[in-house]
């Protein structure tokens, strides 16, 4: 299979997993897209989103001497984005409507994040 067929699968498991969550997007730290799931969502908009607030938290991990980025999470009155470091240079983020329980989505991104790493680790 092809990475970006994994990547696809990846995505649409976390999504059934939390049927309650937005979406997910996987995106460079230049704010392309990677991967989305669903079609519904803006993956353009998260990726850019989402590559700002990584390399804000890059900054902020770095500066304060907490080492690599690993997660960072932003929330609104509407819901969060969570964002997840996988491979270098390489986002994952997924969408949740406030009330979500983050905990649950933590643990399944978590993992979507490990095997999104796995996934890009064995193209190269």
């Known amino acids: 299979m092809s990475p970006q067929h ?18 997910a997007v996987v995106a460079s730290s230049e704010g392309l897209v990677v ?3 669903p079609s519904s969502l803006e993956p353009t908009r998260v990726a ?8 804000l ?7 304060l001497a907490q080492g690599a ?9 509407r819901g969060c984005v969570a964002l997840y470091g996988t491979v270098d240079r ?3 983020a997924v969408q949740a409507p ?3 329980n983050l905990g649950l989505v933590n643990l399944e991104a978590r993992g979507a994040a490990h095997r999104i790493r796995k996934a890009l680790s064995q193209k190269s």
Do not use: N
Not at 57 to 63: L, P
């Open 90 to 92: 390489v986002i994952l």
């Open 35 to 37: 991967a989305s799931y």
């Open 6 to 23: 994994d990547l696809d699968g990846i995505l649409q498991t976390l999504c059934r997993a939390l049927p309650e969550i937005d979406g």
């Open 57 to 63: 938290g890059r900054r902020v991990a770095d500066t």
């Open 69 to 77: 980025f690993h997660e960072a999470t932003v929330c609104g009155e």
């Open 98 to 100: 406030a009330g979500t």
């Open 48 to 55: 850019v989103m989402a590559a700002m607030a990584h390399d």
